[in-house]
């Protein structure tokens, strides 16, 4: 999930060159698909409109409240990967509750006496 870093003179989204008077992104679209997939404030916003401010776990049409990151997300401010599409779920508060409470609960398990994170990681 980490983004690519382009050489200067290309665009810093999708790599294509530059064109003149341009200095970080080729187009106004490029550069709203970066601050959709970068900025929590917009992020946010554009998943909810891809499910349609529907639960995309309930299926039946529940209204999203919360958008949950698959990968937790300690720090929200400034720009992060964190924040891709593919790394959002728009989800009604039930299920926000039982993702948010389960990640918890993997982060407190101890293994041979070490504790895991969600990650399985120390």
């Given at each position: 999930?980490?983004?690519?870093?382009?050489?200067?003179?290309?665009?810093?989204?999708?790599?294509?060159?530059?064109?003149?008077?341009?200095?970080?992104?080729?187009?106004?679209?490029?550069?709203?698909?970066?601050?959709?997939?970068?900025?929590?404030?917009?992020?946010?916003?554009?998943?909810?409109?891809?499910?349609?401010?529907?639960?995309?776990?309930?299926?039946?049409?529940?209204?999203?409240?919360?958008?949950?990151?698959?990968?937790?997300?300690?720090?929200?401010?400034?720009?992060?990967?964190?924040?891709?599409?593919?790394?959002?779920?728009?989800?009604?508060?039930?299920?926000?509750?039982?993702?948010?409470?389960?990640?918890?609960?993997?982060?407190?398990?101890?293994?041979?006496?070490?504790?895991?994170?969600a990650f399985?990681?120390?």
């Amino acid at each position: 999930m980490l983004c690519k870093h382009y050489p200067e003179g290309r665009c810093q989204n999708c790599g294509l060159i530059l064109p003149k008077r341009r200095p970080k992104y080729h187009s106004d679209d490029c550069y709203k698909d970066f601050l959709n997939n970068h900025l929590w404030r917009f992020a946010k916003i554009e998943a909810m409109r891809r499910s349609s401010g529907k639960c995309v776990i309930c299926k039946d049409g529940t209204p999203a409240r919360e958008v949950h990151h698959k990968i937790k997300i300690d720090d929200y401010q400034g720009y992060s990967c964190l924040h891709h599409q593919s790394n959002l779920q728009p989800v009604c508060r039930e299920h926000h509750n039982d993702l948010y409470h389960s990640e918890a609960k993997l982060e407190e398990v101890p293994v041979d006496g070490l504790v895991l994170n969600a990650f399985g990681g120390i």
